[in-house]
């Protein structure tokens, strides 16, 4: 399709939307008629609620809450909307765990998935046959799920570090986590799933059936359907973890162990089950603690090894996973992976914990809020493996340069041939590329202000070098740039959005091809 067209195509539907608005605290005419009226809320208290998400860096409250009882009943919302002489923008919402305002949508009618089921998991159903599988509501999280499936000795194929995502919310983006070197982001161990398009057709997808929808949705940033169901890949479950942490000094080691170990046709090949990499700047007694296993002296080891050298440190998480019959095998394996990786000498930390406790190892993220107001202007940055070491002399050792904060800077490869190029998610071009997360926290708007600058310098980076680089969980306020974000792909995602969504009524705080307002 040529650009123009797509402006073109991207301007009618812009001004579609403009017209799109409604008057909060006034429904759409014929609204209160529907039968699923007494689901619809203009309740400040409710709408305020749903007014900003995780990144908390935009405030917009939804013209009305929407609290479905069943996907019928999301169709006839959207359905509504689609027939209207004035449609209004609908976002379909997790649990609001993006950055940047994405299921924010003040003037249309924000549907609280949640409201599907939370509470008794009668939408987890699990299948325990040769291809074992569960077909699970959308609205569900990752822990829910998880415990469901660990019940007949089964686990989703790949979860995501944190597990109080929703499902629909991760197969939205891809779903990332140190397992998908192996099995590939969640979106592709997806079997089937049931969308309701922008036009409120039901549609249940999969390969083999509606293949192009199936496609779309999956990493398709909420743009063509509501997720309402998904089947998930499952495998059998192993009862124990060996988690080896390896401290490096050295980027080039660090990343070219890490790639041995996701490779084929090595010593090291298909040994490790989980995978991932983290740069530390501040490696203090107080970073270390919390979330890490170390004990005193370890601590005081590495605080040593931080200060003594000059740029950050690295941390390799390795973790194999077994049971009682691969317990043998298991020791082999441990003692083969400390004596072919370059970790520096004497810094290799190793724990036995049960599956579950590694899986959900950062449940502490869901505990209390914090009493201070914090935002968090995350960057994740997906870069080429040819180009890992310059964005990482560029950025770790340039714009971050002393950089005193937190954690949570991830840094491991994935292999691309475990995507599917069918779907909507974009990767970089390259057969391996980096996952490089920046996953700030802010306490102060100043603070805010100055990391977005390092977002902007880090980004900016990766286009003056030409790196190739495409970012996880994007975020763009002009066609321009997500035409670029989706490079070879944007103009199918385009006429996929035409077909499925042809009013561009969902998810419109992506601003893809829509504002905010
Ligand atoms: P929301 O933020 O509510 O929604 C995200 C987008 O998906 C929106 O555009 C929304 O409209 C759309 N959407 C939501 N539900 C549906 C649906 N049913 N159908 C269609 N579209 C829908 N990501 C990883 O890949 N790996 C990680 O390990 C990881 N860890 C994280 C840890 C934390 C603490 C946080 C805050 C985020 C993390 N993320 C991770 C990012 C996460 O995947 C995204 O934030 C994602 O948006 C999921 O959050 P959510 O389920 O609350 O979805």
């Keep these: ?42 309740d400040p208290n409710i709408t305020a609620s749903f007014a900003t998400d995780f990144g908390n860096l935009f405030n ?125 982001p969640q979106i592709s161990n997806v079997y089937e799933l049931d969308v309701i398009t922008g036009t409120g057709e039901i549609v249940t997808c999969s390969r083999e059936s509606n293949p192009d929808l199936f496609y779309a949705v999956l990493g398709g940033l909420g743009q063509f359907g509501v997720i309402t169901r998904a089947r998930i890949a499952l495998e059998p479950a192993q009862k ?14 660090l990343t070219s162990d890490e790639e041995k170990l996701i490779s084929t046709g090595n010593s090291l090949s298909g040994i490790v089950d989980y995978l991932e990499g983290e740069v530390l700047f501040s490696v203090t007694q107080g970073s270390l603690t ?27 998480n390795v973790v194999l996973f077994y049971n009682d019959t691969t317990a043998t ?15 520096t000498s004497g810094f290799a930390f190793s724990y036995d914990i049960p599956l579950f406790n590694f899986l959900n190892r950062l449940a502490f993220f869901g505990g209390a809020p914090s009493s ?32 005193k904060g937190g954690r949570f800077f991830l840094l491991y490869p994935l292999n691309r041939a475990m995507w599917d190029d069918e779907m909507s998610a974009v ?21 805010t202000k100055s990391i977005a600058k390092k977002n902007k310098q880090i980004q ?14 994007p975020h763009f306020t002009n066609p321009i740039a997500w035409q670029k974000q989706f490079g070879e792909k944007w103009g199918k995602f385009v006429s996929r959005k035409m077909k499925y969504d042809p009013k561009a009524l969902l998810s419109p705080g992506q601003r893809i091809f829509t504002t905010l307002g």
């Design 240 to 253: 124990r973890v060996r988690w080896l942490e390896l401290f490096y000094t050295d980027i080039k080691v």
């Design 460 to 473: 900016n980076i990766c286009k003056k070098y030409n790196f190739g680089c495409k970012e996880y969980l």
């Design 427 to 447: 990767t970089p071009n390259e057969e391996v590329f980096f996952r490089a997360d920046f996953l700030w926290t802010s306490e102060a708007a100043n603070e």
């Design 372 to 403: 201070v107001v914090q935002f968090h202007p995350w960057l994740v940055m997906l870069v080429p493996k040819s180009k890992i070491l310059e964005f990482g002399s560029m950025v770790y050792r340039g714009i971050l340069n002393g950089y």
């Design 329 to 343: 095998s298991l020791e082999q394996k441990v003692e083969l992976l400390l004596k072919e990786l370059h970790y």
């Design 60 to 184: 917009r409250t939804p013209g009305a809450v929407f609290l479905p009882s069943s996907p019928n009943d999301i169709a006839t919302l959207i359905r509504f909307s689609y027939t209207s002489s004035t449609p209004f923008h609908i976002s379909q919402r997790g649990l609001g765990h993006s950055a940047y305002g994405q299921t924010l949508v003040p003037d249309g009618i924000l549907i609280d998935m949640s409201s599907l089921d939370r509470t008794n998991y009668s939408r987890i159903n699990v299948t325990n046959g040769p291809i074992p599988y569960a077909d699970v509501g959308a609205e569900q999280i990752w822990i829910d799920v998880l415990n469901a499936t660990l019940k007949h000795d089964l686990m989703p194929r790949v979860l995501t570090d944190y597990l109080s995502l929703t499902v629909g919310g991760t197969l939205s983006n891809a779903g990332l986590s140190g397992r998908a070197f192996m099995h590939g």
């Design 1 to 42: 399709m040529d650009l123009s067209r797509q402006s073109s195509i991207i301007l009618s539907i812009t001004i579609l939307t403009t017209f799109a608005s409604f008057v909060k605290s006034s429904l759409p005419q014929g609204l209160q008629t529907l039968n699923i009226s007494s689901e619809i809320t203009t």
């Design 290 to 316: 919390g979330s890490f296993n170390f004990s005193n002296s370890d601590v005081e080891k590495i605080v040593k090894l931080g200060s003594e050298n000059s740029g950050p440190i690295y941390l390799l």
